[in-house]
C-alpha cells in the first residue's frame, strides 16, 4: 500500500520560506513521479510542481516558478518543496501525490491531479502580511 506523509507546514510572514517534505512508502514499481499540489478555500486544486524519479526531470507552475523547489533524496524515499518569497496568496493545504509506472518507464511529468493515485493528507501552510 502506497503511503504518502506531508510535513512542514506552518505559519510564516510574507517574504519567508518553508520547507516541505513527503515521506513515501509502498511503491511497487522503481519509477514514480510526485508532486505537489496545494488547494485554497473555495479554489480547484492547484498543481504546482513534480518530479520523476526516473530522470530527477522536474516541472513547475508559472505560480511559484523561480520561488518553489523540488527535490528528492531517494535514499530516504522522501521528495522536498523549498518554498522562498513567500506571498499570502500561497496560502492553502499543501498535498503530496504519486503515481506509478512500469519499471524503466519514463513517467510524465504533468500537474494534472487527476493524474495521481496516491495522495496524502495534507498540510496547512498559512502566509502572513
Known amino acids: 500500500e502506497v503511503q504518502l506523509v506531508e510535513s512542514g507546514g506552518g505559519l510564516v510572514q510574507a517574504g519567508g520560506s518553508l520547507l516541505l517534505s513527503c515521506a513515501a512508502s509502498?511503491?511497487?514499481?522503481?519509477?514514480?513521479?510526485i508532486g505537489w499540489f496545494r488547494q485554497a478555500p473555495g479554489k480547484e486544486r492547484e498543481g504546482i510542481s513534480c518530479?520523476?524519479?526516473?530522470?530527477?526531470?522536474?516541472k513547475y507552475a508559472d505560480s511559484v516558478k523561480g520561488r518553489f523547489t523540488i527535490s528528492a533524496d531517494n535514499n530516504k524515499n522522501t521528495v522536498y518543496l523549498q518554498m522562498n518569497s513567500l506571498k499570502p496568496e500561497d496560502t492553502a493545504v499543501y498535498y503530496c501525490?504519486?503515481?506509478?509506472?512500469?519499471?524503466?518507464?519514463?513517467?510524465?511529468?504533468?500537474?494534472?491531479?487527476?493524474?495521481?493515485?496516491?495522495w496524502g493528507q495534507g498540510t496547512q501552510v498559512t502566509v502572513s502580511s
Open positions: 509502498g511503491f511497487t514499481s522503481d519509477d514514480q513521479a
Open positions: 518530479i520523476s524519479s526516473y530522470d530527477g526531470h522536474t
Open positions: 501525490a504519486a503515481y506509478e509506472t512500469e519499471t524503466d518507464w519514463v513517467p510524465l511529468l504533468t500537474l494534472n491531479p487527476d493524474e495521481y493515485d496516491y
